[in-house]
């Protein structure tokens, strides 16, 4: 939670209080039992993130 925190202070464009706000509300999110969760880390560029999450839904569209 602090790394988040500090990221997004260094963004700069959210306030001490927003910035806590989105923390709050991400720490209160619950998936339904049997959801399938994939991770993307978002610590590359845009467009490393990007294609990780378009493989994401092709895979997802596969199976369907």
């Known amino acids: 939670t602090e790394t988040i925190r500090n990221r997004l202070h260094q963004r700069g464009r959210e306030s001490s209080p927003e910035i806590e706000k989105r923390i709050e509300r991400a720490s209160t999110v619950t998936l339904p039992s049997g959801c399938r969760v994939t991770t993307i880390i978002n610590d590359g560029t845009l467009c490393d993130s ?15």
Do not use: V
């Not at 990007?50 to 493989?55: D, L, S, V």
């Not at 839904?57 to 199976?63: D, R, T």
């Open 50 to 64: 990007g294609n990780a999450m378009i493989q994401t839904l092709l895979s997802l569209n596969s199976k369907i």
